[in-house]
Each structure stands twice: as structure tokens, then as C-alpha cells.
């Protein structure tokens, strides 16, 4: 017994210095991926008035293992250039803001339960990994990839891939459009009209 | 009708088969020549001067020295596989409209009511159906591409679903065998063989595409029996039915995308053309 006890004990200390010293990047994504869905399918939000806690709470934990500054640099490309050091960090808030309030509607809308299927990890180097994933629904499965990078030794989020479209690549294309003519303030202007669209079309429909 | 879409698309491709600089000086020629086609190949001609600066690099990169600056390099990667030139913007704006005004007039409460009167179970099963009898377009292009093994999961999956799977309205392929259909078409197959996307367009109807893509939704139309269906009323339908039916499963996806997007246009240009060449690359 006592010797069962001490071996197991051993264990738990190699098992958990293993896992730290090898943070594979599927792992590190995991966790947070399946909270956000164990908060998704919480029946105590069900009721419509929950609808703004239930967000920032997947928010919080997407936030864990998204990383923003990242998603927001990559969208901007070379315009991240055009922005200076308080437009950057407002744009970064902005832009996070905006995908939370947008993705999460669509999420909450549709989700039926679904869970997520991690298929596999791709180190495409010592510092980037493609992480594999599909979301099995009634008549299809949608892919949804995620592009990792590692960061103080521990990976995060940069870029999401629904069915081979590439998400920050999209918003790219479309600040560049935007960027070639407008000003940095004037584009973070429209994200935050949109934001306002998007919270009073919620209430119209809630 | 069924002959014109043929000579629209030979056109194109005579059109696309010149390369930048012939197209830039025809442009140029036809406004000395037309001064009614002046504004459409004067857009024709800025835009490709515009889209060539995208490939070279900017000169003032130099001075900037950040210690993180990966994310500059790694936007001109991936653009170049799923680039599309965009001349015929003015008529791709007119059709975008025309479609989103289609989809949010007649397609979708169309697909609605569909929805609404139709039991899950059903469309899962007109869609099976329909997916069943397209098997000849995805098996010839599984061939066309090289990839014996895709071809023979397909023609397994439709003795399969055609005999035990009631003429395909069920998919007991993928239910007990796991076999998933290959999404195989022939714009997938010129994209393997090398074939560029040429420029984007806009059809009627049928949404975004680029010249390669509707070339080969051209030549796929031949390999989908419904295509010999007799008379042309009734080929119509049915196509126009397995439209409805489809698009009752993605009711709210086109608002999404919108609702999503900064420029719509843009955004669905983007996405298009982005999942084209991840099909073609798989």
C-alpha cells in the first residue's frame, strides 16, 4: 500500500515535469478549447439575459491561448507600420472586441452540441505548428485549423483556418483595400461602428 | 441559353490567354478605337498596373528594424497561390449586388419555407441524392489528378450508396466504412495541372468563380447525368431543386460572412479564392 502510494507519487512528479518540459502545442490548445465549450454548453446560460457573461467568459478563456497582439500584427501586414504605438494597442483591443462579439454570435447560434475532434500537430518549426481539428456536424464536418506560435515557451494562437480560408489572411486583404484609402484611426472607426451594429441588432433579435 | 455560356467562356479565355502587357496595349488600343469602351479597359489597364507592385518588394523595408518582424515576410507567401486578377470589377460589383439581392429575395425564403415544411431527414437525403449522382465528376477528376486510390473510394462509395444506400439517399459508405467523398472537380483538376486561376468573375446565380473554375464547372456539367435530363424545363428544375435544397442547410452562412466583413466583396473575393487552392493543394 504505502509503496503504491510513494510510486504513484513519483509518477505525478516525472508525469508533470514531462508535460512541462515538452509543451506540444496540441495540449497547450486543448484545454482552453474545451472549456470555451464546456461554458457553450452550460445550461445556466441558456436564458437570453446571459447571453453578455456567457461571451466574456469564453472571451477570457480564448484570450488564454489566442494571442491578439499576433492576430492584429498578421492582419495588418506592413500597414502595422501606419499605426503608431497607442493606435496599435487600440486596434489590437478593438479588433478582439469585434472577432469575440462576431464569432461568438455565430458560434452561440448555431452550436448543437458539437464537440471538437483534434486530429493532429504539425511543427512547422521550433517556433510554429499547424494544429488539426474538425467539428463533426448533422450532414458535414467542418475543418478548422489552428496556426500556433510559441512565445516564452508557450504557444498561441495566430491564425485560424475554417474550411482552407485562412481568417487573418481575409481581414488582410480587406485592411489593405481599406487602409490604402482611409487612415488607421478611420478603420478602427468602422470597427467600433460595427461592434455598435452588432450589439443593437442582438437586442432587436434577443 | 445553353449556347451562350460556352461562347462567353471561350471569349474569356481568349481574353485571359494573353498575357498582362498584350491585354495592358489591346486596352489601351481599344480606347483609341471605342470611345464607348473607355472606361471599362481604362479599369482594365489600371488594374493590372495596380495588382504588379503586390510582387515586388517595397524599398523602404530596410529601415525598419523590429526584432520580431515575421509577420511581414510571412503575408507575401501565401498570396501568390490563391491570386486572382480583378479587371472585370465593374461587372463583378453588379453581379455581387445582383446575387445578394437574389439570395435575400427569392433564395432564402425559398429555402426557408423549404426547411420549415421539409423534415431534416429528407434533405439530408435529397442531398445525398444529388451528391450520389455527381460521383462520375469527382471519380474522372480523382483519375485526371492521379489519385487511383481517391477514385476507387469513390467508385466504391457509389455501389455502395446506390444499391444498400437506396439510390444514394442514404451514405452507408461513410456510416460503416468511413469513406468520405473526395471533393474533386475539374477546376481542382487544371489547378493540379498547373493552370492559373486567371481572373475572377462574378456569374449570375452561381456566385464567385474565376475563369479556370468555370471552365471546369463547364466541363463537369457534361459528367453530371442531370445534365441529359430531357426536356431542358425539366434539367432546370431539378438543378434549381437541389439548389433549394442545399442552400437550406446554409441559411445564415452568407450573413455571417457579411456581418464578418469589412468589404464584403473583398472578404468573399478572399475566401473564395483561399479555399479553391486549399481544395487543389489537397
Partial sequence: M???????????????SLSAEAAEPMDDLRGPIEQAIRILKDPKYNDLVMKDQQRMEVMSVIKKIFSFNEISKRALGRNWRKFNLQQRQVFEKTFADF????????????????????????????????????????????????????KKGKWQVYDVIIEGVSLVKNYRTQFKKILGKESPDQLIDRMRKKIVEQREQDKISS | MK??????????????SADGVSIAQSAEDSVNASGRLDRQSQVTAESLNNHSPTYSTESDDEDFEEEDSDYLYEDEEDESESYASDPLKPWNNVMFHFNDKFYFWILKPIGRGYRAIMPDMVRIGVQNFFLNLSTPTRFVNCLLQGKGGDAEIEFARFLTNTTIGFLGFLDPAKAFHDLNKKDEDLGQTLGVWGVDNGWYIIMPFLGPSTVRDSAGRFGDMFLN?????????????????????DISFRIGDYETIKEAAFDPYESIRDGYLQRRASKVGR
Fill in chain 2, 225 to 245: 447525368p442531370l445534365y441529359y435530363l430531357e426536356p431542358v424545363q425539366l434539367s432546370t428544375g431539378v438543378w434549381a431543386f437541389e439548389k433549394i435544397n
Fill in chain 2, 3 to 16: 449556347i451562350f455560356f460556352p461562347i462567353l467562356l471561350l471569349f474569356l479565355f481568349w481574353l485571359n
Fill in chain 1, 2 to 16: 504505502r509503496y503504491s502510494v510513494l510510486a504513484t507519487a513519483i509518477l505525478l512528479i516525472m508525469g508533470s
Fill in chain 1, 99 to 150: 472577432l469575440g462579439y462576431t464569432y461568438f454570435k455565430k458560434i452561440r447560434d448555431s452550436y448543437q452540441g458539437e464537440n471538437v475532434i483534434f486530429l493532429s500537430q504539425e511543427k512547422i518549426s521550433d517556433i510554429k505548428a499547424l494544429v488539426k481539428t474538425k467539428i463533426p456536424r448533422k450532414n458535414n464536418e467542418i475543418p478548422l485549423d489552428y496556426r500556433m506560435l510559441r
